[in-house]
């Protein structure tokens, strides 16, 4: 009798976890859907940017902002992390995280570096920088611009392209905004994104791990990922829209970053000229730094009181600091560029189509290219 009673709990036990297993895999199956096509949770996409009036226009934009919710990154070795490989309606990413471009080849002619505004966050694949560049000048593109990256790490991208393209006779570097990455106080270079990727992989280990009595956790978590996943994106961007966090950073940190961006554009260019490449440092855009129209958008007075700072000490230190006067040549100021404009940002750093095409003939007027 007491057998059969342990049988029957034994039982019981077994389906309840397969049950268990079953309503966590169905439910993480409705939610990651949801999240990632229904327009029922209009909350999920990026706030609402594509109904800003920068949009008005592009039929495409409610789906692009769906599908840029969407990219993702993992780690890889040198660089940190690129974007996963994407294939949308609106977003294309190749295995080796380059974006599609309009007259797109790895053994390109043009060679586009930066974070997310050179990769284009704000546009679908045809109205981003490098394709709208390759779209006027018909000249062959890569665009290598990843999310986060900073410009030491474009120096990493730019000795990698060209150790194996031959092609390539210019290069553009599209920085400033990312810099803020390397704001810590630590002695050595770190990006504040180190200990999320640390994270990863060390569960990634946990979860490899191939013995039987692990096999049935590693199971559930397969399936309980996705809706760990989809959580903290809504509750990252809960906390987004009710930060009060300041920006906290000194005089020392202001320089170390100033500093460490020219450099790096110092080093692009020696390794260009030993090429004969020609090579050009970008000084992005940011908000309320000029005069663009930004009524339309909430952005923090820290945040952008930070970036005048930092912009100011980059200007300053190229203009008088000796060390510099090569890369002073190659300098393309674009700080203040937007000048009166509506509705050019839909954030404090992306900028809409109607902005990268702007900036787009303004690089083909000034280096000349016909």
Same mark, same amino acid.
């Given at each position: 009798m007491k057998n059969l009673k342990k049988i029957d709990l034994v039982f019981k036990n077994i389906s309840n976890t397969i049950i268990l297993i079953i309503a966590v895999s169905i439910l993480s199956i409705i939610i990651l859907n949801l999240y990632r096509g229904l327009n029922l949770f209009v909350f999920f996409q990026s706030d609402y940017q594509d109904k800003l009036q920068n949009y008005s226009e592009f039929e495409?934009?409610?789906?692009?902002?769906?599908?840029?919710?969407?990219?993702?990154?993992?780690?890889?070795?040198?660089?940190?992390?690129?974007?996963?490989?994407?294939?949308?309606?609106?977003?294309?990413?190749?295995?080796?995280g380059v974006r599609n471009s309009f007259n797109h080849s790895d053994n390109s002619e043009v060679l586009f570096l930066g974070g997310s505004a050179m990769f284009g966050f704000g546009s679908n694949d045809k109205f981003t920088i490098p394709s709208l560049f390759a779209k006027h000048t018909n000249m062959t593109v890569k665009n290598n611009g990843n999310a986060g990256h900073t410009s030491f790490q474009g120096y990493l991208k730019l000795l990698n392209h060209t150790r194996h393209f031959r092609n390539t006779s210019l290069i553009?570097?599209?920085?400033?905004?990312?810099?803020?990455?390397?704001?810590?106080?630590?002695?050595?270079?770190?990006? %504040?994104?180190?200990?999320?990727?640390?994270?990863?992989?060390?569960?990634?280990?946990?979860? %490899?791990?191939? %013995?039987?009595?692990?096999?049935?956790?590693?199971?559930?978590?397969?399936?309980?990922?996705?809706?760990?996943?989809?959580?903290?994106?809504?509750?990252?961007?809960?906390?987004?829209?009710?930060?009060?966090?300041?920006?906290?950073?000194?005089?020392?940190?202001?320089?170390?970053?100033?500093?460490?961006?020219?450099?790096?554009?110092?080093?692009?260019?020696?390794?260009?000229?030993?090429?004969?490449?020609?090579?050009?440092?970008?000084?992005?855009p940011v908000a309320k730094y000029g005069d663009p129209s930004t009524d339309h958008l909430s952005i923090s007075q820290d945040l952008l009181?930070?970036?005048?700072?930092?912009?100011?000490?980059?200007?300053?230190?190229?203009?008088?600091?000796?060390?510099?006067?090569?890369?002073?040549?190659?300098?393309?100021?674009?700080?203040?560029?937007?000048?009166?404009?509506?509705?050019?940002?839909?954030?404090?750093?992306?900028?809409?189509?109607?902005g990268n095409e702007i900036i787009t003939k303004y690089l083909i007027d000034r280096l000349n290219i016909n």
């Open positions: 495409w934009s409610s789906q692009y902002f769906i599908d840029q919710d969407k990219l993702t990154a993992s780690y890889i070795s040198y660089l940190g992390h690129i974007e996963d490989s994407l294939d949308t309606e609106t977003i294309k990413v190749s295995s080796n553009i570097s599209y920085d400033g905004i990312n810099e803020v990455y390397n704001l810590n106080s630590d002695k050595r270079e770190k990006h %504040s994104y180190e200990d999320l990727f640390n994270s990863r992989i060390n569960s990634s280990r946990i979860n %490899s791990i191939n %013995s039987k009595e692990y096999s049935i956790v590693n199971y559930l978590i397969g399936f309980v990922e996705p809706l760990i996943s989809v959580t903290t994106k809504v509750i990252s961007k809960i906390s987004k829209k009710n930060s009060t966090k300041t920006f906290d950073y000194t005089e020392k940190d202001i320089d170390n970053i100033a500093l460490n961006l020219l450099s790096n554009w110092s080093l692009m260019l020696d390794e260009a000229k030993k090429l004969d490449i020609k090579f050009y440092a970008v000084l992005q009181k930070f970036y005048k700072s930092l912009y100011d000490k980059i200007r300053l230190t190229l203009d008088t600091n000796h060390e510099y006067q090569d890369l002073k040549n190659s300098f393309i100021d674009l700080s203040d560029f937007f000048q009166g404009e509506k509705f050019i940002f839909y954030d404090h750093v992306h900028i809409s189509p109607n």
